[in-house]
């Protein structure tokens, strides 16, 4: 595979990576933690408007099926964040 990947990069006229990389699983971003961190505090918000605004209405909410005013409510919220 890594013949073809050097084959391809050299009729491409790219060079091929100088090192080859030892580290696995890759690294996906410095602060990953962090963005899983925020990404929970968000899907946690998301949740907690949708939970209240289907006990207003009596029905199963998502977010596409919000009104202007429920949406932003829910926007202004994440944003603080």
């Known amino acids: 595979m890594r013949e073809l990947d050097r084959l391809l990069l ?3 006229g790219q060079e091929p990576p100088s090192k ?3 580290e696995f699983p890759l690294p996906v971003a410095e602060d990953w933690d ?3 961190q925020k ?6 918000i998301i949740d907690r408007h949708l ?5 207003l209405q009596g029905r199963e909410l ?3 099926t919000l009104c202007p005013e429920q949406k932003v409510s829910m926007v202004s919220d994440l944003t603080a964040i």
Request: proline share 4%; aromatic share 4%.
């Open 62 to 64: 998502r977010p596409n």
């Open 20 to 22: 080859e990389l030892e």
């Open 39 to 44: 990404a929970d505090k968000i899907a946690d």
């Open 51 to 55: 939970d209240f605004e289907s006990k």
């Open 10 to 12: 050299t009729e491409t």
């Open 34 to 36: 962090g963005l899983v």
